[in-house]
């Protein structure tokens, strides 16, 4: 099966937080994305709130339920209070756990499993009682150890973290190389019982290699290159020539 598409909105928000004005809409863009056929939408909102508002986060909960319920909101964040109080509060079907710092300028590396194991096992034990479904930002190393530990902690799914792999795009020998190693990593999750997901810098161009090298893959999440080809093709053409590089028939 193809991996589903789920739009990130940070960047359209980050665009939107330019000015004091209600354009472009969030939500309205969300809404072109599901039309289009995106499995969901994604946003991390961080606790300055440089991109999505936490009052962008119940219209685009309103927009799902009332309009697409055959849709996801994914939620991302590193797992502090705040964060978790928003998750109880706009119930999205998946959390997304990043180990990020408040000062970075986006997501750049999955979570140390050793170090942080006891930390996710109490968050994810918290959300899994509430009935959500758990990701854990991954590094693309294959290291069966620290997926294991993944795994134990009670998560469902990884994502792995393909910022480098986006990264390569004028080297395609290293491409080659990055994708190979990110399929092995997902190889061994998928044994251990994790389903995978993946996302950072993942463009129409270089999703076919990954999928050709992650046949499980579960979900991608995008928004910097999607976003990007948007303001060149439209969002809802956009969507659509990203399911067709997931392997969709669209």
Not at 52 to 70: G, T
Not at 77 to 85: D, I, T
Not at 90 to 115: C, I, M, N, Y
Request: include cysteine.
């Amino acid at each position: 099966m193809p991996a589903k598409l789920s739009v990130n909105l940070n960047a359209v928000a980050m665009l939107r937080n330019r000015r004091d004005l209600p354009w472009p809409s969030v939500a309205g863009l969300g809404r072109i994305a599901l039309q289009a056929g995106a499995s969901g939408l994604t946003v991390h909102p961080r606790p300055d709130q440089r991109h999505i508002r936490f009052s962008d986060l119940q219209p685009i909960r309103n927009l799902i339920d009332d309009e697409f319920p055959q849709a996801e909101f994914n939620m991302e964040g590193y797992p502090n209070e705040g964060f978790l109080e928003l998750v109880a509060r706009h119930e999205p079907e998946q959390v997304t756990l990043v180990p990020d710092d408040p000062a970075q300028a986006t997501s750049d590396h999955g979570w140390d499993f050793r170090k942080d194991r006891l930390l996710l096992a109490d968050v994810v034990g918290r959300l899994k009682k509430r009935g959500f479904r758990v990701s854990l930002f991954a590094d693309g190393v294959p290291d069966r150890e620290a997926l294991k530990i993944a795994r134990e902690t009670g998560a469902d799914r990884i994502e792995l973290y393909t910022g480098p792999y986006g990264g390569c795009h004028d080297d395609p020998e290293r491409a080659e190389r990055i994708a190979a190693e990110l399929g092995r990593t997902a190889e061994i999750a998928t044994s251990l019982g994790l389903a995978v997901n993946a996302g950072h810098d993942l463009t129409v161009a270089n999703l076919p290699l990954l999928a050709k090298h992650i046949a499980a893959l579960a979900e991608v999440s995008i928004g910097h290159g999607l976003t990007a080809d948007a303001l060149e093709y439209g969002m809802a053409e956009t969507v659509r020539r990203f399911r067709r590089a997931c392997g969709e028939a669209v």
